[in-house]
């Protein structure tokens, strides 16, 4: 079992909120992401982390950003919800060095509804 | 990475083999085929993956072609519980970290 956690899984909010999205993990792992899904829809990559305090844009512009002060953590906020942010936000790790095989760990996602 | 192709859809009777291709012409030769399950928008999860050589877990089989232009992904008895968007990945596993999804294929085991 994959040990990567991610909280709320349902939020709804109204416009112009901030709101955080968690995610942890405690496999240790230096790589993160975060993906981003539309119902029926591909997944799209929006950030990732090579390790504490490295962050990147991933291949779909997001108005979130992320921070990755420790290993284990790394949260995504939106510092003004729109509606237009209304999706599945997944969450996911994988190792760096020593026995990398590539594969990655998902949490079960944060579905977020901003009225 | 290199670029897959996979059919959208596919239907399988529950206790059959389901055979899902995947199409990657354009692989390198550090390349590895991976394969992701996603179950109605849970997170996705991993199945196996492999470089050239047939692989087999506890959830399914992996066949390479020789040429490593393409491979099948064998769920050896489908249960409704394997009902889930299936996708087929190539890369390189410590040289990108964008990993890419693309749509998948549909798969839709019925009893």
């Known amino acids: 079992e994959a040990d990567i956690y991610q909280t709320p899984r349902y939020l709804v909010i109204g416009t112009g909120k901030k709101i955080t999205l968690e995610c942890s993990q405690t496999m240790g792992h230096d790589k993160m992401y975060w993906y981003q899904q539309d119902p029926g829809m591909e997944l799209h990559l929006i950030h990732y982390?090579?390790?504490?305090?490295?962050?990147e844009k991933g291949d779909l512009s997001s108005e979130s950003t992320v921070s990755r002060i420790r290993t284990e953590h790394f949260p995504l906020t939106l510092e003004s919800a729109r509606p237009s942010h209304t999706s599945q936000y997944l969450c996911?790790?994988?190792?760096?060095?020593?026995?990398?095989?590539?594969?990655?760990?998902f949490g079960e996602g944060s579905r977020l509804t901003v009225l | 990475d290199a670029k897959t192709t996979q059919p959208t859809s596919m239907d399988c009777a529950e206790g059959r083999a389901a055979n899902l291709p995947c199409n990657h012409s354009?692989?390198?030769?550090?390349?590895?085929v991976y394969w992701y399950r996603q179950i109605h928008s849970q997170g996705p999860q991993y199945i196996i993956h492999?470089?050239?050589n047939n692989e087999t877990n506890e959830m399914a089989s992996l066949i390479i072609t020789e040429d490593r232009k393409s491979s099948t992904l064998i769920l050896p008895h489908a249960t409704l519980r394997d009902t889930a968007v299936y996708y087929c990945i190539v890369r390189v596993p410590r040289a990108d970290y964008k990993l890419s999804f693309g749509a998948g294929t549909t798969v839709t085991v019925r009893a």
């Open positions: 492999g470089l050239k």
């Open positions: 354009t692989i390198s030769g550090n390349e590895y």
């Open positions: 982390s090579y390790g504490v305090n490295s962050t």
């Open positions: 996911a790790s994988s190792e760096a060095l020593g026995g990398y095989t590539g594969e990655l760990f």
